[in-house]
């Protein structure tokens, strides 16, 4: 397992001003963990900082937005880069879900704060304020139209709003327990939850009603991912026909991310088992990167790629630290991946 090389989040703000300040940690499983810091001595003459580090680290390419920085001694280097821009306003304490518009241009967020808003991507300006969920709000997505947004929270609704007068359309019901996260069918006529009562819904939105239970895990679900099925693999077949109203579940599969330490896949139409893969950990989330290969992060640190086709052993296990994986999602040819640290 690599050494992971930290720096204080607001690192950029620190090194801002003429003797600014922050602090590195390296740390390397089994070791002890190294401190030092790094610290600004003022510009140089293109206008780049000038950034020295402490004994036991390296200063390496630095620019207006980024600082490249290794630990000889553990043979790890990071290169940091500084927020685009910050938007410090829109809550008031953690955010714990969010996601951007198909078109970029509107962002929609949870906290514990206890609120969901909408706002604009460009100047983080609130434009909504969603209120109608009791409790905490688990999880918030975009539909691909961008006028829409789903979301589900601890009273076991799932709703779905408005983002152009704020207003709740629909609002599901069913769950037993708190939904955990959600997932959408193509463009939307069918959506995705999965919940602390161990279940996987299909629900339509169309008619506000539940197109039936995708799976029962007998555990908490805490992430979903719908994909499109490499044509190899074999996703079973319904026991009755499906509905009239489910609409692009086809050749489909469910990824299921659960707290029993399971990472499940279910044929999204069959509702038919496709595979079942035993992790480290509780998986906390779960996403496509192709219709081969998947990606699930656990509560202890790891992070699994499959491939659906045999989920015999995995392809690779990351692992940065032991802070939980929280999110997943596909970037480029990679990820990025996001840790309770």
Same mark, same amino acid.
């Given at each position: ?44 003459? +293109? ?11 390296? $200063?390496?390419?630095?620019? #207006? ?10 043979? $790890? ?15 008031? #304490? ?47 997505? %975009? ?5 829409? *947004? ?8 799932? #709703? ?10 629909? !609002?599901? #019901? ?10 959408? $069918? +193509?463009?939307?006529?069918? $959506? ?23 799976? +029962? ?10 994909? !499109?099925?490499?044509?190899?693999? /074999? ?38 088992? *496709? %595979?079942? %893969? ?5 998986? /906390?989330?779960?996403? %496509?990167?192709?219709? !081969? ?8 640190? /790891? ?6 086709? /045999? !989920? ?30």
């Amino acid at each position: 397992m690599a050494a992971t090389l930290r720096i204080q989040s607001d690192w950029s703000r620190a090194l801002s001003r003429d003797e600014g300040e922050a602090w590195l940690s390296c740390r390397s499983p089994g070791k002890a963990t190294l401190y030092g810091s790094v610290t600004r001595r003022g510009l140089s003459s +293109d206008g780049v900082p000038d950034i020295v580090a402490s004994e036991g680290f390296l $200063v390496g390419e630095v620019t #207006k937005k980024s600082i490249l920085i290794s630990c000889p001694h553990e043979n $790890v280097s990071t290169k940091f880069l500084a927020p685009y821009t910050s938007f410090c306003r829109i809550h008031q #304490k953690s955010i714990t879900c969010l996601d951007i518009s198909s078109g970029g241009g509107l962002g929609v967020s949870t906290s514990t704060d206890g609120t969901m808003k909408i706002w604009q991507a460009a100047n983080g300006e609130i434009r909504r304020l969603l209120e109608g969920h009791v409790y905490d709000v688990n999880c918030c997505r %975009f539909f691909p139209s961008g006028l829409v *947004v789903l979301s589900g929270g601890m009273d076991a609704q799932l #709703k779905i709003w408005s983002a152009e007068d704020a207003s709740c359309v629909v !609002t599901f #019901k069913g769950h037993k327990g708190g939904i955990l996260d959600t997932a959408i $069918v +193509d463009r939307g006529r069918n $959506v995705l939850s999965c919940s602390r009562d161990g279940t996987a819904r299909l629900w339509d939105c169309g008619q506000s009603s539940c197109l039936g239970t995708i799976a +029962d895990c007998g555990s908490p679900v805490n992430g979903i991912a719908v994909g !499109t099925a490499d044509c190899s693999l /074999n996703l079973g077949s319904p026991e009755n026909p499906p509905s009239e109203r489910e609409v692009g579940t086809e050749g489909k599969i469910l990824l299921l991310a659960r707290e029993d330490k399971k990472l499940q896949g279910v044929g999204l139409q069959s509702r038919q088992p *496709v %595979f079942l %893969f035993i992790g480290s950990d509780a998986f /906390n989330c779960c996403t %496509f990167l192709s219709s !081969t290969y998947i990606l699930a992060g656990t509560q202890d640190g /790891n992070i699994y790629q499959l491939d659906v086709r /045999n !989920t015999n052993a995995p392809i690779q296990v990351i692992h940065r630290s032991g802070a939980p994986v929280l999110s997943l999602l596909p970037y480029r040819d990679g990820f990025i991946a996001s840790q309770g640290n």
